[in-house]
């Protein structure tokens, strides 16, 4: 398998042998991340702070756009 870019992937495996069902095979699927950012995010009294790493090196990572989805 080649080296992954970083990215969100999906791998999808069926049984060998499963029964269709309606057309379909029963799979199991896991979604995974591969990236060199890992992120640390204090609840301060003014506001949300993210610090963002490379997880490679640990050094602080400069220019990143970040966005909140949810805030639950």
Do not use: C
Not at 1 to 28: C, F, I, N, S, W
Not at 54 to 59: D, G, I, R, W
Request: glycine share 8%; net charge positive; aromatic share 6%.
């Amino acid at each position: 398998m080649p080296k992954l870019q970083p990215g969100v992937y999906v791998l999808v495996a069926h049984a060998v042998g499963a029964k269709e069902d309606a057309g379909r095979t029963a799979a199991a699927t896991q979604w995974f991340i591969v990236s060199d950012l890992g992120l640390t995010s204090i609840n301060g009294d003014d506001g949300v702070h993210v610090f963002v790493r490379s997880l490679a090196t640990a050094t602080p990572v400069v220019n990143v756009n970040l966005r909140l989805i949810a805030r639950n």
